[in-house]
């Protein structure tokens, strides 16, 4: 979880906390006998352990004699929830509905920062290379099949490479030119396209190389945009980071990458020996 999800968690324990001691239950025991709860509940619940879901806050509220606070403490819970969303949960659907919620994200930042250690950026993908990636999405959270949406929707980002004065720093790992998603023909056509994007004005594409010599360890991929967002993924789930302090370290970490990369001509070398590696591998 999230520095940001946690503190909040532990602030809204700390609350409730408050709230039963002014109700007079002294203990977390007696709290526990009046709403038929574990103690163990309770005490997770106030030292940020367990999520209070809305079900919990309405009891919660009402043996302490705090109803007017209902509202606002489930408003709180569902703050939480937002900042780390599970995977299973985002894509209960499929994957078309959490591209379309990237859009207005997309529309409204001038300064994008990417980070990716073993993929290619889903914004400079070519529908197939991002069919492959929504396929093995699929498979693997046994989601409903709407690959073919979700890969439309995911080309829509596209337009925003061309519009407006955005500007688009976007760092890979030199593993992403290798990561073999679809094949040896779908690779290459994704390399292909990387040549062409990376003639784009205001995109800056570097690759840190397998054997530089890194500032930070590689860590997770993230997206920032603009200094009020970062979106990190893991295989459970996407928490977002909106605390001035924790994306100043996000904007720290990637600037360390930048040290690391290589940019120009050193990046079409690099993208041209990764196509003859799959070149080879089409022949053998």
């Known amino acids: 979880m999230s520095n940001q999800a946690q503190e909040a968690r532990e602030a809204l324990g700390a609350r409730l906390r408050g709230f039963r001691k002014d109700a007079g239950f002294t203990s977390g025991r007696a709290f526990a006998l009046a709403t038929g709860w574990q103690e163990s509940k309770v005490s997770r619940i106030e030292n940020g352990k367990q999520n209070a879901s809305e079900d919990d806050i309405r009891v919660w509220c009402t043996k302490t004699n705090r109803p007017e606070q209902i509202d606002d403490l489930i408003a709180t819970v569902r703050h939480i929830d937002e900042l780390w ?6 894509l209960a659907t499929g994957a078309e509905k959490r591209q379309q919620a990237a859009m207005p994200i997309y529309a409204k930042t001038k300064v994008f920062r990417i980070w ?18 929504f396929n093995q999405v699929r498979d693997y959270y046994q989601i409903p099949d709407d690959t073919e949406a979700a890969t439309a929707k995911r080309l829509e980002r596209q337009q925003y490479l061309y519009q407006g004065d955005r500007i688009f720093n976007v760092l890979l790992a030199e593993q992403a030119l290798y990561s073999n998603f679809g094949g040896p023909e779908v690779m290459k056509g994704q390399l292909d396209r990387l040549l062409a994007v990376m003639r784009l004005a205001r995109l800056s594409l570097g690759i840190v190389p397998r054997s530089a010599p890194l500032r930070i360890w590689p860590g997770n991929s993230f997206s920032m945009f603009d200094d009020k967002l970062v979106l990190v993924e893991t295989y459970s789930a996407e928490f977002s980071v909106t605390q001035p302090r924790e994306i100043e370290l996000y904007m720290k970490a990637f600037a360390l990458l930048q040290q690391s ?6 990046v079409r070398d690099l993208i041209f020996t990764a196509i003859h590696h799959f070149d080879r591998m089409a022949t053998d």
């Open 85 to 90: 969303l599970e995977w299973r949960r985002q």
């Open 116 to 133: 990716h250690p073993t993929l290619v950026w889903g914004t400079l993908q070519t529908a197939e290379y991002a069919a492959e990636t």
């Open 261 to 266: 990369a290589v940019y120009g001509t050193a």
